[in-house]
């Protein structure tokens, strides 16, 4: 059983963050990120992902409430998503690749 745990800032900002998906968990070629449809994207998103080290691995803009990355070329292990807009934060997800 895999225990995931969620770390949210700025709580203004976004007030679903239960329509955040970030899925296959664990992942193996591919991630899906899905954003709440009221996420306003005028002002950019963006997501990285980051390693144990804190390492900026994968780093990409988001254009759409959902995309799916290529994570063929990450390594085995445990790394965090981040999703920022503004600067900011917004939410915050580990995965297993």
Same mark, same amino acid.
């Given at each position: 059983?895999?225990?995931?745990?969620?770390?949210?800032?700025?709580?203004?900002?976004?007030?679903?963050? =239960?329509?955040? @998906?970030?899925?296959?968990?664990?992942? @193996?070629?591919?991630?899906?990120?899905? &954003?709440?449809?009221? %996420?306003?994207? @005028?002002?950019?998103? /963006?997501?990285?992902?980051?390693?144990?080290?804190?390492?900026?691995? &994968?780093? @990409?803009?988001?254009?759409? !409430?959902? =995309?799916?990355? !290529?994570?063929?070329? &990450?390594?085995?292990?445990?790394? /965090?998503? %981040?999703? /920022?807009?503004?600067?900011?934060?917004?939410?915050?997800?580990?995965?297993?690749?």
């Amino acid at each position: 059983d895999t225990t995931i745990h969620f770390k949210f800032c700025k709580p203004d900002t976004i007030t679903h963050t =239960e329509s955040f @998906k970030i899925y296959p968990n664990p992942i @193996k070629d591919i991630l899906t990120i899905e &954003l709440p449809e009221e %996420l306003d994207f @005028k002002n950019p998103i /963006s997501f990285r992902i980051v390693d144990v080290a804190g390492r900026t691995v &994968l780093q @990409k803009q988001l254009r759409s !409430n959902r =995309e799916i990355v !290529n994570t063929q070329k &990450l390594a085995s292990g445990v790394y /965090s998503v %981040l999703v /920022s807009q503004n600067n900011a934060t917004i939410y915050t997800r580990k995965i297993i690749k």
